[in-house]
């Protein structure tokens, strides 16, 4: 399973991004995606997820303010962030599992997209 993320950037506080990750794999549908986060000096956090059925998974830093989708046609995953805050600057990674689904434990990891917001 590869994982290419894209879409992070430098955005102001109480902007919007949309990162987006593209997954080289045969069985998309059957994987739970997700997004991890990490910034400079702290550990990984975990901060959304979709499984394959389509329930979603969100930390409460979060809840609110993201919206994760997928499109299984496409082999996608997307986490949109509204009303971003400097403390979710860091770099995200796409993850991927079969089984997992939450926390940061996940068998597949994209290259990871950085994040930026000034306040």
């Known amino acids: 399973v590869q994982l290419q993320a894209s879409g992070g950037g430098l955005v102001q506080a109480g902007g919007s991004l949309r990162l987006s990750c593209a997954a080289s794999?045969?069985?998309?549908?059957?994987?739970?995606m997700g997004w991890i986060r990490q910034a400079p000096g702290k550990e990984r956090e975990f901060v959304a997820a979709?499984?394959?059925?389509?329930?979603?998974l969100y930390a409460d830093s979060v809840k609110g303010r993201f919206s994760i989708s997928r499109d299984n046609a496409k082999k996608t995953v997307y986490v949109r962030m509204n009303s971003l805050k400097p403390e979710d600057t860091a770099v995200y990674y796409c993850?991927?599992?079969?089984?997992?689904?939450?926390?940061?434990?996940?068998?597949?990891w994209g290259q990871g997209t950085q994040v930026t917001v000034s306040s």
């Open positions: 979709i499984g394959w059925s389509g329930g979603t």
């Open positions: 993850v991927a599992d079969l089984g997992r689904i939450g926390g940061t434990l996940y068998d597949y």
């Open positions: 794999v045969r069985t998309f549908s059957n994987y739970n």
